[in-house]
């Protein structure tokens, strides 16, 4: 199991997942990195929905964006 022994490979070829066998050492602390960063490019993105979404025609009945929604929030406000 494991598919055979290491076999020998060009040291002059760059790849940008590491080449062959790569096991980096800071591979936790690399994928932490990562995935911060996608989450805060994913609350931006979110963020900017929520204050830019209009909706033309009210829904009939609750919908979910409307609790987060910018058109929604500010009617609720002028009514209480």
Partial sequence: QGGGARYPYPKHVWTPSGGW?????????NT???F????AVAYGVWT?????EVRHIKPDRPIPSMMWAKQFRDHE????
Wanted: overall charge positive; aromatic content about 8%.
């Fill in 48 to 52: 900017v929905s929520a204050e830019r």
């Fill in 36 to 39: 911060v960063g996608i989450l």
């Fill in 77 to 80: 406000a002028k009514e209480t």
């Fill in 32 to 34: 932490a990195i990562t």
């Fill in 21 to 29: 066998w790569s096991r980096p050492a800071n591979w936790k602390s």
